[in-house]
């Protein structure tokens, strides 16, 4: 995913000791489409500096360090800096200790092995701080004079409608005028019925009901821009009944469901390919394969992963074949060439061409080994 997920630029601060795990995890993020500056903390004096510096969007930790520790790490982090989003990424901890660590105030619990699911735990935590922020926000601007609220909501970089409660606009922003492509005119004689696709209108009132009921609300959906163009939207909403109005903020979410859709296309190809693909770490576990190299190998998903690709090595070849193969790969080379390959069975399988090749930024982080029989 290549889209910054609507948070472009976060600022973490990440306790871990372990420059290997750390760099795994800064690559996950990166992968997932996060713009990011992280701050790595390897013991409790340089976690206390950095804290001092402040300025930091979210807290990753580890759990366990010698002489310090996430529950210890979090009571600074709230003393310092209250709300500040803190998600435990860490080895096995047990059960208990991850519960506890959640009643003392961590936003989430995020276990090594699990890794794929730190990015959404972000943007889980991440989101909730907006919302939070946005009904302060809604909050204070009603309290003050009218000409500083308009102000403040003008130079939001967020959309911003304030409707009634049918719905009818009553104030926009100018960031959601950009964004829509219609002017303040056009829009203040409208209603969102009139702009929103997923919903029908009698579905409009009826959601419209639900947030007067609970008092907010977050979102996705999707609007008509001016030019007739679809935008996707993240919105959230906060029902301010007694003063007949509904404070929203909304944010462009397009590029990012056009990233999603990409990514579910690309995995589609994968999973479907004729050919035989498997993805390694630098240090060459396996950690994908796709059906075809099962089919041909006999290696079930669960038995490859996190092994050696050697398991298919069939002794056909001298050791310089597979030193010049990981030389040339581990520099960010592409490597082509046929082997003679070993099933499951450790019957020999036809020979496979073979295109192996890193997927690099700076230094090589995934191995990609795309094989088709002959």
Known sequence: MNSEINHPGIRILHLEDSPPDAEIIRERLIDAGFSLHLDQAANEKE??????????????????????DAPL??????AAYPGLPFICVSGAVGEEKAVELLKLGATDYVPKSRLEKLPLAMIRALDEVRERTARQLAEETLRENEERYRSIIRTSMDGFWAIDLDGRFQEVNDAYLAMSGYTRSN????????????????????????????G??????????????????????IALVSQNLMICFISDITERKQSEDKMRKLSQAVEQSPVSIVITDTKGYIEFVN?????ITGYEADEALGRNPR???????????????WATISSGGVWEGEFLNKKRTANFFGRMRQSLRSKTRTTPSRTI????KM
């Open 47 to 68: 976690f206390n500096s950095f804290l001092q510096i402040g300025g930091y969007d979210i807290v990753l930790a580890d759990y366990q360090l010698p002489g310090f």
């Open 311 to 325: 398991i298919l090595k069939s002794d056909h070849y001298s050791a310089d074949v597979y030193q010049n193969l």
């Open 187 to 214: 829009l203040l004689s409208m209603s969102v019925a009139d702009i929103e696709i997923t919903e029908s209108p009698d579905m409009v009132r009826e959601h419209l009901g639900r947030i007067i009921a609970q």
């Open 369 to 372: 080994w795309p094989s088709r």
């Open 216 to 237: 907010y609300d977050r979102f996705e959906s999707r609007h008509r821009r001016a030019d007739g163009h679809v935008m996707h939207v993240q919105v959230s909403v």
């Open 291 to 295: 059906p075809k190299f099962t089919q």
């Open 73 to 78: 790490a979090l009571r600074m982090v709230q």
